[in-house]
């Protein structure tokens, strides 16, 4: 039977919200309601800014903040822990799925929230077999590195949202801040950049003169009135006939021309590839058939990405025009091309990435705004699923989760030793996992731990995950009642609100500390930073980069662990005799191996000491300091086996100091142990030497041993 013990261990892993319940008065519940209500005022349009990073519609934020925070909280174990959409997961997100799918299309959408079930069901996994550990691969200075490059990419690509510009994101990230700066000389829309102006003004003004103030929200209301009261959004539906320039509306009518023809041709790529899967399975992988099918496949997607490169030129160049607004003399708006000169209001047309409807095209006389959002909670099912997609970004999935996590894990560990409460990190990857794995039924993206909602969480008073669950409740009446008051919430806000939230991630001085604490370690911070910045926005390959050069050069260290001839000091210790140009005894040397011994580093032991045997013609005994070693494999012992009889064939003796009892037990296993003999294994190496320096020093003419500073006169 199992005892109630084990069956209460069990019930706190599975419920650990159970555990909030414990002397919980109603003080403490108005302590969590005020810190819950708190946190949700900076969650609300924190997240809308952050599904925009991640390439959605703002109200997908609010999706990914009704669900996750609440179950986070109630089955991990942080009880301050704000989890949630942020910054450096939306913009991997974004960057993971850019290549399969149009940023905020239906096809974008459903894998944005199919990588949120990657995501849960690895970090589920990780929990589950205990598995946390996997984090520690991802190095201090890889993740400071990262972090610091990725704040900048984060801040930097709100840029053309802050000047009121619209461009189509490049193949690298710098190219498109080029281009967003080429088009902000060309136009800004400086009505848009002076409200991100205030709200940053509003946000860093607060912050300074009461931290406790939500600053976010407040910038939100001032700004979204001001927007409503000032008209920022001058938006008209038009049909093609009221552009009277005959260039524009060719134009367009071949924009829409070519994207049908890339609709068109992906289709036809899609039915070619259900054939090819269909004669190689009937006809085999090297047949003719295949071949053909496989030809024509390729050759339809180069008339696909032509034509997706023709779209992508003529939709810079419809949004480059400015138009300039008349009546005809029935009252009709009517538009035409504006000259270098223009006067007043410069109107533009409204491009994306879909076809452009004739009979009701929108053209833009003012700044973006959040516009429509839906009303109510959302559908609840399960993500639409995909064999190919799942496992091509189920690689970033795993990227995501670590670093989340490890996201997580630092900040709930930082409250933990403010407050005192026990943290279990594999059951705070449980929540994570969770949290991910439901809230993806709930239309929700990747989330993780924020920083500075948890900072805000815990200032506010919050004293279980309850103060969570509230959170949650108060992005459902957002849901349900008040989402038309965000209508006229202008973008450029969003974007001031993305860039005041990562300033906090840049740490330079992060990274001059690790450049101190290890050359190494700053090198591998510096790569990551370079090339993260350089691949952007594929960040995936600037985290592997500074993952590789962390484990080679661990590998590389261990290939070479520290080796030291000993010396005696003139306060009596031994020490490495080249750091300190210490003499060295003719007769005995005393070496000092640093690290396990292993098949990698096995051959260096060996080359180290017969070099020494090289060195020391006269060399009658060897100590091998063994205190550094904890542990040795098969070929380890054998080199040691080996070193001992190579030796012996040359008169020298061999003794071992400091012998863990880990190795020993290996060498007793294989028989070494009576090889050597116990009378040559010693606890110090003072004792070895002492047990030893009378036999190597008979007959020897050295006047004065380095290794003990006795005397020995040449006996003849």
Known sequence: MVSKGTMSVVVK???????????????????????????????????????????????????????????????GSSRQLATGPVAVVSLMSAAALEPLATRGGEAFIAYSVLLALAVGIFQFSLAVFRLGLIVNFLSHPVVIGFTNAAAIIIATSQLGNLLGVSVDNAEHHYETIINVVKAAIDYTHWLSLGFAVLAIGIMAGLKKINPRLPGVLIAVIVTTLLSWFLGLENNQKIKITAIKDLSITEKIKEYNATLNDVEVL????????????RVKHE?????????????????????????????????????KLKLTKTTSERGDAMFTLADNSPKGNLWHISVKNKPIKEDAITIKGGGAVLGEIPKGLPTFAFPKFNMNIFLTIFPTAMIISIL?????????????????HRLDPNQELLGQGIANVLGSFSQSYAISGSFSRSAVNLQAGALSGLSSVFTSVLVVVTLMFFTPLLYHLPQSVLASIIMMAVFGLINIKGIIHVWHAQKYDGVSAILTFFFTLAFAPHLDKGIMIGVAFSLGHYLYRNMKPQMAVLSRHDDGTLRNSDMYGLNRCQHISAVTFEGSLFFANAAYLEEQVLMQVTEKPDLRHLILCCEGINEIDATGEETIGTLISRLNDRNIDVSFVGLKDQVIEVLKRTGLYDKIGSRRIFTTESKAIQAVHHIAHENSSEKQCPLINVCYLNAG
């Open 266 to 277: 992906s289709k036809k790529r899609a039915e070619l590839s259900d054939e090819l899967t």
């Open 283 to 319: 006809k085999g992988e090297q047949s003719l058939e295949a071949l053909e099918v496989f030809q024509s496949g390729e050759r339809l997607n180069i008339l696909k990405e032509e034509a997706k490169k023709r779209s992508k030129l003529m939709r810079g160049q419809l949004r």
């Open 13 to 75: 892993r599975v419920f650990p919200f159970l555990d909030w319940f414990k002397d919980y008065s109603p003080a403490a519940l108005r302590a969590d309601l005020i810190a819950g209500i708190t946190v949700a005022l900076v969650l609300i349009p924190q997240s809308m800014a952050y599904a925009q990073l991640a390439g959605l519609p703002p109200y997908y934020g609010l999706y990914a903040s009704f669900l996750p925070p609440m179950l986070a909280a109630l089955f």
């Open 404 to 420: 989340g996590f490890m996201e997580a894990i630092s900040i709930a560990k930082a409250m933990a030793t403010k407050t005192g």
